[in-house]
């Protein structure tokens, strides 16, 4: 049973940092894509960032040039490396394992809160 564990959330001011971790038990991890939503209270999920597993990013806009998506594959973890935090970028967080044969796996999902 595939299971993908996160942690780093909590509470944040504006402007500060966080990074989020997902570790997946996963066997073939590297050749699994992966990535990062969110879903705030009355909103969609909404992807956030994501890795390939040949390691190219992809970030939704409003993320751009503050978030950072990365992985280690001899950990079998991925993490997301959030600075400049505003408070719109409240949420909960949920890790995904996307492969083409296996389909995707999900996270519990990390509150992350933004507030002074």
């Known amino acids: 049973q595939v299971q993908l564990v996160e942690s780093g959330g909590g509470l944040v001011q504006p402007g500060g940092s966080l990074r989020l971790s997902c570790a997946a038990s996963?066997?073939?991890?590297?050749?699994?894509?992966m990535g990062w939503y969110r879903q705030a209270p009355g909103k969609q999920r909404e992807l956030v960032a994501s890795?390939?597993?040949?390691?190219?990013?992809n970030y939704a806009d409003s993320v751009k040039g503050r978030f950072t998506i990365s992985r280690d594959n001899a950990k079998n973890t991925v993490y997301l490396q959030m600075n400049s935090l505003k408070p719109e970028d409240t949420a909960v967080y949920y890790c995904?394992?996307?492969?083409?044969?296996?389909?995707?796996?999900w996270g519990q999902g990390n509150q992350v809160t933004v507030s002074s």
């Open positions: 995904n394992a996307h492969h083409q044969w296996s389909g995707d796996y």
């Open positions: 996963i066997s073939i991890f590297r050749l699994y894509d």
């Open positions: 890795i390939t597993s040949g390691g190219s990013t």
